[in-house]
């Protein structure tokens, strides 16, 4: 079992930075595709950016590419997401994911966290 928890989320001005952190409870990351997803009230949950386990290959939503830097610290067990050139279409409730590496990047995501609320507006 792993347990994810968001921190980091807030009201940022179109233009601005914020970063999110993923805390896994107890564990390293080696063994787990890391992802970061987003959702709007009404709108279905959506991928925002992964990092691969035991390669850290990185995939990004077209819509955050160059503005968004997904990053992870394997042995502190933590996943981060720095987002930079904000904009109002980036406001969502942002959640972390987990995936062990033996059930296949096919298979959608085991672990989730709560989710941090972003704001963008000004």
């Known amino acids: 079992q792993v347990q994810l928890a968001e921190s980091g989320g807030g009201w940022v001005r179109p233009g601005g930075s914020l970063g999110l952190s993923c805390a896994a409870s107890?564990?390293?990351?080696?063994?787990?595709?890391m992802a970061w997803f987003r959702q709007v009230p009404g709108k279905e949950r959506e991928f925002v950016a992964s990092?691969?386990?035991?390669?850290?290959?990185?995939k990004y939503a077209d819509s955050v590419k160059d503005r968004f830097t997904i990053s992870r610290d394997n042995d502190k067990g933590t996943l981060l997401l720095q987002m930079d050139r904000l904009e109002p279409n980036d406001t969502a409730v942002y959640y972390c994911?987990?995936?062990?590496?033996?059930?296949?990047?096919?298979?959608?995501?085991?672990?989730w966290g709560q989710g941090t609320q972003v704001t963008v507006s000004s």
């Open positions: 990092s691969r386990a035991l390669d850290k290959s990185t």
């Open positions: 107890g564990r390293t990351l080696y063994a787990y595709t």
């Open positions: 994911a987990a995936r062990h590496f033996q059930t296949g990047d096919s298979r959608p995501y085991t672990y």
